[in-house]
């Protein structure tokens, strides 16, 4: 989904109320794919490739899925984000030479010694 134009409408975060249809179905289902994630141990979580794409029928539509793993090197933790994608061009927040659509971002920061937590906005804004 990387695109040198990129403009998102909004946060682009699944932890924001959706309207109902397409576009809540695509967060239920990044959200459950993130938790599932989430609770993997430290081993699997490193053990992840560095990006990896899948797609499911949601709703009609092709939705793409991607989960990205980036090692921070300032302190080892790692960041664990699952990016979801559909084309629309009915009200889409997101719009760029690679597609416009639906586009959701979240993730998380996973530390050596188990513990996770959201990542903030500032580590999500090169995923959104």
Not at 39 to 45: G, I, R, T
Not at 106 to 124: C, I, T, V, Y
Request: contains cysteine.
């Amino acid at each position: 989904m990387g695109s040198a134009f990129r403009l998102a409408l909004g946060r682009c975060s699944c932890k924001e109320q959706q309207p109902p249809g397409l576009r809540q179905a695509m967060c239920r289902d990044l959200l459950s794919r993130l938790e599932s994630l989430r609770a993997k141990p430290d081993a699997a979580l490193a053990a992840l490739p560095a990006y990896e794409e899948t797609t499911a029928p949601i709703e009609g539509h092709s939705v793409s899925f991607e989960t990205i793993v980036e090692r921070l090197p300032e302190d080892d933790r790692l960041l664990v984000v699952m990016r979801a994608f559909v084309r629309s061009w009915s009200r889409p927040n997101w719009i760029a030479l690679s597609g416009t659509g639906y586009m959701f971002a979240d993730g998380f920061l996973a530390s050596r010694d188990g513990s996770r937590m959201d990542a903030p906005d500032e580590f999500m804004w090169g995923f959104r």
